[in-house]
């Protein structure tokens, strides 16, 4: 009679402790580790916590402001390109004589020859 009892005891202890155990659905995810740096500043609250602060309330653009944005955008990238098309055209890009160099390599005779670590030729 007493084994009876203790079996079902002990029974009803390992229902109870898998019952508390941490099912498969129970997962705590770790959350996401703080920023390194603050992007922007934080707003400073005023009287009772900003309660009583006033509200800005969104501004949008009109069409004629956002496509004045837009041209102004392109024309900054257009005239990008064309400063860099005016580089490209330069002596040292286009004449193969520079190897890629600033100024035009030196020749010199074959026995005085330097190894140029720009170009990895001998000049």
Known sequence: MNRKYVLILFFL??????????????????KAPAPRYQAFKKEKKGFMFGLFKKKQKPQFKTYQEESEDFRERVSAVLEQKAKEERKMNKAR??????????????????????????CGLWH
Not at 15 to 24: D, L, N, R
Not at 93 to 118: M, S
């Open 13 to 30: 202890m390992g229902v109870v402790i898998v019952g508390y155990g941490q099912s498969t659905r129970d997962v705590n995810t770790p």
């Open 93 to 118: 890009y286009t004449n193969p004589l520079y190897f890629g160099h600033k100024k035009p390599p030196k020749k010199r005779k074959n026995g005085k020859k330097k190894f140029c670590k720009e």
